[in-house]
T-cell receptor
């Protein structure tokens, strides 16, 4: 079965510092997509960044970047210059195309605290 | 704001009852997904629709059903509710419902079963 593992239930970072959230996944598919979603206290699921597995170049969105290691099946999220508004649950997800569906499989999440 | 709307935001009901959750996808999106987020199970895929047709089922109970209407909005029906059905239910939408799409999530409906 497709699985996504986030080994850090909680992380904390000082404002303006950099933090890296870890994610590993297991898939039998050759073509797949990886995502990081942010869930602030409002509960809204907000897309942070997306990576196509066939691309070697790591995705970047402003202060957010990923370190995608395909062979190791690792997909970590780096947040630079952390801001108080970055405090949230962060979920790593992998696309799953089995059974004709294009669903997402999510990890359990990492709670990020940003300290002023 | 993702452009996906869900109503109601909160729903409190009793065991054995039936409720309907509603979702309107982003303009132009043809595919709708339903996910359940609970403390013990995390975020789990329930069901996907594409242009009115069911495309795939995930961990959806037989007491639950869904449909997508011609105007592309979707409803998730939960019946014979149990305490364990208390969760946050998300709807997401994407353009074509394929792996190259990004899924955009609605704000969720918080269901509490007493």
């Amino acid at each position: 079965a497709q699985t996504v593992t986030q080994s850090q239930p909680e992380m904390s970072v000082q404002e303006a510092e950099t933090v890296t959230l870890s994610c590993t996944y297991d898939t039998s598919e050759s073509d797949y997509y990886l995502f990081w979603y942010k869930q602030p206290p409002s509960r809204q699921m907000i897309l942070v960044i997306r990576q196509e597995a066939y691309k070697q170049q790591n995705a970047t969105e402003n202060r957010f970047s990923v370190n995608f290691q395909k062979a190791a099946k690792s997909f970590s999220l780096k947040i630079s210059d952390s801001q108080l508004g970055d405090a949230a649950m962060y979920f790593c997800a992998c696309s799953d195309s089995r059974g004709g569906s294009e669903k997402l499989v999510f990890g359990k999440g990492t709670k990020l605290t940003v300290n002023p | 704001d993702s452009g996906v709307t869900q109503t109601p935001k909160h729903l409190i009901t009793a065991t054995g009852q039936r409720v309907t959750l509603r979702c309107s996808p982003r303009s132009g999106d043809l595919s709708v997904y339903w996910y359940q987020q609970s403390l013990d199970q995390g975020l789990q895929f329930l069901i996907q629709y594409y242009n009115g047709e069911e495309r795939a089922k995930g961990n959806i109970l037989e007491r639950f059903s869904a449909q997508q209407f011609p105007d592309l909005h979707s409803e998730l029906n939960l019946s014979s509710l149990e305490l364990g059905d208390s969760a946050l239910y998300f709807c997401a939408s994407s353009v074509e419902g394929i792996s190259t799409d990004t899924q955009y999530f609605g704000p969720g409906t918080r269901l509490t079963v007493l």
